[in-house]
């Protein structure tokens, strides 16, 4: 089981490697803004169940299994930031800030309810 940190982490990789196309141990703790021995921590972790791949001194890669689970949280993200800021018309800051909570707590089926609303809308 995932707990919302590790989750977290998953996010931030899949986040830098579109962006950058590579995670680093310094880059994903900039993005958390954790310090580094931390962010090894979680990643000899993701690593030990087989979300990550990670040599010492190199990048770190998600796995299929890792890469499924960080592209389900970061979908659950833009859809919940965006019922936030165009149903409820929360700023974008707190709107970011507040789906990074509930997208680790939300039942799935309150979840699709709000996915289908922000579809319906688009």
């Keep these: 089981m995932l707990t919302q940190t590790l989750e977290d982490y998953l996010e931030a990789i899949a986040i830098l490697e579109k962006e950058k196309g590579k995670a680093r141990i310094k880059d994903i703790g900039?993005?958390?803004?954790?310090?580094?021995?931390?962010v090894v921590s979680a990643i000899n972790s993701l690593t030990e169940n087989g979300y990550v791949q990670?040599?010492?001194y190199s990048y770190v890669t998600l796995t299929k299994k890792g890469r499924d689970v960080a592209e389900e949280i970061h979908k659950?993200?833009?859809?919940?930031?965006?019922?936030?800021?165009?149903?409820?018309k929360i700023d974008e800051a707190t709107a970011k800030e507040d789906a990074?909570?509930?997208?680790?707590?939300?039942?799935?089926?309150?979840?699709?309810?709000?996915?289908?609303?922000v579809e319906e809308n688009i």
Excluded: G, M, Q
């Design 76 to 88: 659950k993200h833009k859809t919940i930031t965006k019922f936030l800021k165009d149903f409820l």
């Design 30 to 38: 900039n993005y958390l803004k954790v310090k580094n021995p931390s």
């Design 54 to 56: 990670h040599k010492k």
């Design 100 to 117: 990074c909570k509930i997208e680790h707590i939300i039942s799935h089926k309150t979840y699709k309810k709000i996915a289908s609303a």
